[in-house]
Nanobody, 123 residues
Framework: QVHLEESGGGLVQAGGFLRLSCAASGLTFSRYAMGWFRQAPGKERELIASIGSSGGSTRYADSVKGRFTISRDSTKNTVYLQMNSLKPEDSAVYSC????????????????WGQGTQVTVSS
């Protein structure tokens, strides 16, 4: 049974940073591309960062490019999202997702999802 569990969310002031983690179990992590999504109240879910199974390819939404970094550690079956220079508009529930793929995966092709972790950025 595949399980993705996010952690690391919380309340931070604008300009601050957080690192989110997504621990994966029940799958062969090295075969899976991973993605980070976010959804704010009243807004559609947005794919903000994705990484291929080997870590060799990454992609970012324009809204986070240059501020957020996705990475993965196959020894820990974990994908990370380092978020710097946070803005109030980054406040959302952040979720990770997985799909078997070498390269990054489009937003509508993920197979497995975590429950999400809340990030709130105060002004």
């Amino acid at each position: 049974q595949v399980h993705l569990e996010e952690s690391g969310g919380g309340l931070v002031q604008a300009g601050g940073f957080l690192r989110l983690s997504c621990a994966a179990s029940g799958l062969t992590f090295s075969r899976y591309a991973m993605g980070w999504f976010r959804q704010a109240p009243g807004k559609e879910r947005e794919l903000i960062a994705s990484i291929g199974s080997s870590g060799g390819s990454t992609r970012y939404a324009d809204s986070v490019k240059g501020r957020f970094t996705i990475s993965r550690d196959s020894t820990k079956n974990t994908v990370y999202l380092q978020m710097n220079s946070l803005k109030p508009e980054d406040s959302a529930v952040y979720s990770c997702a997985a799909r078997v793929s070498v390269i990054v995966v489009p937003a509508d092709e993920y197979t497995y999802w975590g429950q999400g972790t809340q990030v709130t950025v105060s002004s």
